[in-house]
C-alpha cells in the first residue's frame, strides 16, 4: 500500500471510531495506538506531535484536544500498558492456586501485554524521556507490579513451591527477561509469541522449584 493509502486508512478509522462510539476515550486511544508504532520504531525524541497528526491524517491542533503533550502522551501509553495488565489479572484471578501456578499465569499474561503496541513502547522507551513529576508517577505504578510478583514469590517460598536464595533478584530477573523480549521478537518468527513466553517461564520454573 503506498504512503498515501496508508494514510487514508488510519483517517477512516479516525473516523470510525467516533461513529462506532460517539466517545473521547476512542479517539484518544487512536492517537496513542498510532504514537505507540511510531514511538517504538522512530524513537520518542524523533517523533513529533506533527508527524502522529500526518500519521492520523489529521491537524496537530486536533492531537492537543486529547493530549497535553508528547510527555503527556507516552505517560498514558505506557498507564494503559499497566492498566490493561492489571484488567488481565484481575480477571482471572485465583487466590487459591499454588504460587508458581500463579506467577505463570502473571507472566503469561504480561508475555501478551508486553508484545502488544502499547507493551512494547513500554520497553523500548525510557521513562527517562519523561520529566521528574511524570516519572516519578510510572514508576510508582511499575513498582505495583513488581511488589505483586515479589508478593507471589514469597506466597511461593511459604508453601514450598518456590525455592530461591534471592526472591528479589529472582523477581528482577523473571521481569528483565520478558522485558527484553520487544528487542529480538518477531511475529514473522518461526516461533509464536505464546510459546516463547511458556519457554521462556519454564526455565524460570525449573529454577524456581529446584531443590
Known sequence: MSGSGKKRATALNWRDAGLRHGLHDAKRRLILSQAARMFADDGFHQTTIEKIAAALNVTKPTIYYYIDSKEDILYQILQLALDELDAALAAIDKPDA???????????????II????????????????NANYRKKLRGLKKEFELRVRSIVADG?????INVGNPRLFSNAIFGAYNWMPQWFSKAGSMAAEEAGREIFMLFRKAAMST
Open 115 to 130: 508484545l502488544s503496541d502499547f507493551g512494547v513502547c513500554m520497553a523500548l522507551v525510557t521513562d527517562r524521556s519523561l
Open 157 to 161: 517460598l511459604r508453601d514450598g513451591s
Open 98 to 112: 499454588i504460587a508458581i501456578d500463579r506467577l505463570e499465569v502473571f507472566f503469561h499474561i504480561y508475555c501478551e
